[in-house]
């Protein structure tokens, strides 16, 4: 009998033990039901609210006999589509994203998930559905969209064309609509196809290059669709885009901006030819007196029937034949000098361009006992310009400094009064220098930031147009350059101006 009492005893114990463990087992998952940060339900098979968490609870505020569709959605009826319904129908888990309206009238978003309940027998009794809340995530994914779709309006309105390239094969992944007004192409032609294409063909693979290396392309030509030549600057940036590294590209159309300074650049060339007409008229001259005499004697010594010696003859014919050429280099100079300019950019030598500005003035600066002290360094690297441009620069600094030792000289004591242009060539730090140094009358300081400006100038009516030295600095800077003036009043003025070289030796 005592062995009995004891087995029943140690039974006891280890039913209570095992009633003790499923209680807590039970506590545990009735907390993790209640606690989880998702909302859970058990419905059966008429959709109604068995059990919710506190979570569910808190959101929606169920009634107690609520069916799914009237705490989620406030519907009076089942949902067309219905992820628990189909549970109960094939005993499978099933997925959907849904919406319905919070206690306090707002909108919410939450995806679910399903799950069969069975019992001992394996029959679906219940279904379990939680739902996370994906309300954060779809405010913040329409503020995204709202963005990208202000961004998008933003970009497609810009008034310049914009490009996003492969940053390695420069192909157009994305472009705004405005492409098809500067270019011709529409934008869906464009996409896919290489940004070089709108080079000319034997620049493309020069371009290429330079886009992957520089921000920023000035004055390049680009072809249209109908095969028209635009000139364009160009800004390029790296940037990512649809989680790739891309280039931005964005494009200027500067066509009738560069016609309207070749005409204006060209019209100041006309007012330069006419500050160089006195000095072309006396370059003239000399060729024609020698010729003049040589025909004279001639013509006299064929009136008299007197011969001429084979040896005078040859003498003279040859002076002739060789003033012929020195009219006709003078000739052809003025009117190399008054064509129109090219845009585009070629190597050039500064000595060279210093020596041909000079031709035309040098026996004008003379007569007028100027002397030109030369300094130019040999061996000169190269740089980038129009040869044609850079003498319209260069003549506009002489006459300026032969204006200003000029305008000196009517005040000074001509004994003391030193008349001097010095021009410099230099290079130094990947830079070519050129310097235009005078002893004429210096600048005022208060005037000295107005000289670049179009039409300003200290000259009497008449004597000057105000456009040399404004031109001038917009043709240094087409070719990446600067100017700087550095000036003594009553002693003289010194114009700087530096360009890159061409290319590193």
């Known amino acids: 009998m005592g062995q009995f009492v004891l087995v029943i005893s140690q039974m006891s114990k280890e039913i209570f033990e095992n009633q003790e463990e499923l209680n807590k087992q039970r506590e545990e998952y009735q907390n993790l039901f ?34 799914c569709y009237q705490a989620y959605k406030g519907r009076s009826e089942r949902c067309e589509v219905c992820p628990v319904s189909r549970t109960f129908e094939d005993g499978k888990s099933h997925y959907s994203e849904e919406e319905g309206i919070n206690k306090d009238g707002t909108k919410s978003y939450w995806m679910v998930r399903t799950a069969p309940i069975r019992d001992a027998q394996g029959n ?13 995530m779809k405010f913040l994914e329409g503020e995204a969209r709202k963005s990208e779709e202000k961004y998008r309006v933003i970009f497609n309105t810009i008034p310049n064309p914009v490009f996003v390239l492969d940053k390695k094969s420069l192909v157009i992944v994305d472009c705004n609509d405005n492409v098809t007004a500067v270019y011709g192409f529409s934008k869906d032609s464009m996409l896919g196809t290489p940004f070089t294409d709108l080079f000319e063909k034997d620049k493309r693979e020069l371009y ?20 028209d030549t635009i000139y364009v600057d160009i800004r390029i940036s790296s940037t990512e885009y649809l989680g790739k590294e891309v280039r931005l590209v964005t494009t200027s159309d500067v066509t009738e901006r560069l016609k309207a300074e070749r005409q204006l650049i060209h019209a100041g060339k006309m007012a330069t030819l006419g500050a160089m007409a006195t000095g072309v008229a006396h370059e003239l001259n000399q060729p024609l007196s020698v010729i003049k005499t040589a025909s004279s004697f001639i013509t006299k010594k064929l009136t008299k029937k007197e011969p001429i010696k084979d040896d005078i003859l040859k003498t003279m014919t040859g002076e002739i034949d060789s003033q012929v050429d020195r009219a006709a280099k003078i000739i052809t100079h003025m009117r190399e000098f008054g064509r129109k300019s090219d845009v585009g950019k070629k190597e050039v030598q500064i000595n060279d361009v210093v020596i041909c500005s000079l031709e035309i003035f040098i ?89 670049f400006e179009p039409f300003f100038t200290t000259k009497k009516v008449g004597m ?12 240094i800077q087409d070719y990446d350059g600067s100017i700087r003036v550095e000036t003594k009043e009553n002693e003289g003025t010194t114009f700087i101006i530096q360009f890159p070289i061409s290319h590193e030796d």
């Open 34 to 67: 209640e606690l989880v940060p998702c909302y859970i339900t058990v419905q059966d098979r008429d959709l109604k609210l068995i059990k919710y968490n506190q979570e569910f609870a808190k959101q929606f505020d169920p009634k107690p006999g609520d069916y």
């Open 124 to 136: 679906i009794t219940t279904a379990m559905e939680m739902c996370l809340d994906l309300t954060q």
């Open 208 to 227: 290429a290059t330079e886009m992957r290396g520089a921000s920023v392309l000035n004055q390049v030509r680009q072809i249209r669709k109908d095969g």
């Open 363 to 451: 026996q004008q600066l003379e007569l007028r006992e100027i002397e030109v002290v030369k300094d130019l360094q040999k061996d000169l690297p190269t740089i980038m310009a129009d040869f044609n441009r850079l003498e319209q620069v260069f003549i506009n600094l002489i006459i300026n400094a032969r204006d200003a030792i000029e305008e000196k000289w009517k005040d000074s004591d001509r004994k003391v009064a030193v008349k001097k242009i010095f021009l410099r060539t230099r290079t130094r730090d990947s830079k070519v220098f050129f310097e235009v140094e005078d002893t004429g009358t210096g600048i005022p300081k208060p005037i000295l930031d107005k000289i």
């Open 464 to 475: 000057g147009t105000g456009l040399g030295l404004s031109i001038s600095y917009g043709i």
